[in-house]
């Protein structure tokens, strides 16, 4: 092929994805959220498909298949027609943290799927039971020392955000050798740490808020770059001086298409989803849940990814979690 037939093949190719972003969708697109319905993530991917379904005339589908860590949903998003049809609507632990836990998984996090956006993005927040009088994270510690009790953390499952930031926390940095406590989600463990059932963990201010405000739980910080402007007066775990990577990560909630979407279907996906994301009554919802509206580009998604990934592997390593 010569140089001038090439160049008319790839205009064509050009055309032809242009003509099927412009036919897209042509019938109701499948929203797979890989954990169960009622948390956070559940209830953002309706938000985020009741306004997609408004700016592209079509129904959007809530379909919630859980198990095996999030993985059988990733999965069956990985594998399906890559139309636009079929998108995973999930939170980091699916396409990051698994990559680091399990020595094999069915799905590649970035050859297997298209990023189309980084929705919200929402700092971890540590709690702690109420009768801990424990104000700050060094004050918890000294807490637990004096209390001369074992003692356990809650997380939402191995090798999640919540356990890496509690081990490294608790374990690593003041040395409590707390015992882990997994989770299948969060409402467990909110119950649990309000029956004292166990001592503190890392959670969403989605479903801590309530009962922070009512004095069940005692907030002590958050995860993240910033400080949340759902609690503007509870400060970073980096301005406490606790400076681990794994501190700096926040829970973000994104999209994603299967690998081999054509770029126009997934730029048209991109641009209406992040402009409900951005619609100042979702906005306003979201951040009432502690959620920040990121809205990324898939190239910025991308790049976001990548970097991610390697910043847990080597929290793994670092904390010597074995691969499962």
Do not use: C
Request: charged share 20%; net charge neutral.
């Amino acid at each position: 092929m010569d140089r001038r037939q090439f160049i008319i093949g790839a205009a064509g190719v050009a055309v032809a994805g242009q003509a099927r972003a412009q036919a897209f969708p042509s019938r109701p697109i499948i929203f797979i959220v890989p954990y169960s319905a009622g948390g956070p993530l559940d209830a953002t991917a309706r938000l985020v498909g009741e306004g997609l379904a408004r700016r592209l005339g079509q129904g959007v589908v809530i379909e919630n298949r859980t198990g095996a860590s999030g993985m059988l949903g990733a999965n069956a998003v990985a594998r399906a027609e890559p139309d636009g049809h079929t998108i995973l609507f999930t939170v980091i632990d699916t396409q990051v943290n698994n990559v680091a836990l399990f020595k094999t998984i069915a799905y590649d996090p970035i050859k297997d799927f298209a990023p189309i956006t980084q929705a919200f993005l929402a700092p971890m927040i540590l709690v702690t039971s109420a009768k801990f009088t424990a104000r700050t994270p060094q004050e918890f510690a000294e807490q637990a020392k004096a209390s001369g009790q074992p003692l356990s953390f809650g997380s939402w499952g191995i090798g999640g955000s919540a356990h890496l930031a509690g081990e490294a926390l608790w374990n690593r940095h003041f040395k409590l050798n707390l015992t882990h406590v997994p989770y299948r989600g969060e409402a467990p463990i909110v119950n649990d740490l309000i029956a004292n059932q166990i001592a503190v963990s890392f959670a969403s201010i989605a479903n801590t808020r309530q009962h922070i405000e009512q004095g069940a739980l005692r907030a002590l910080a958050v995860s993240g770059l910033k400080r949340s402007p759902a609690l503007p007066d509870l400060p970073t775990l980096t301005e406490l001086g606790l400076a681990d990577p794994v501190f700096k990560i926040g829970i973000w909630l994104g999209a994603f298409a299967p690998g081999r979407t054509p770029r126009p279907i997934v730029d048209k996906l991109a641009n209406e989803m992040r402009a409900v994301v951005r619609a100042p009554e979702v906005a306003e919802r979201m951040g009432k849940l502690g959620f920040e509206p990121i809205a990324s580009s898939p190239d910025e998604f991308a790049v976001s990814l990548e970097r991610e990934i390697v910043t847990i592997k080597a929290v793994f390593r670092d904390l010597g979690i074995e691969q499962q």
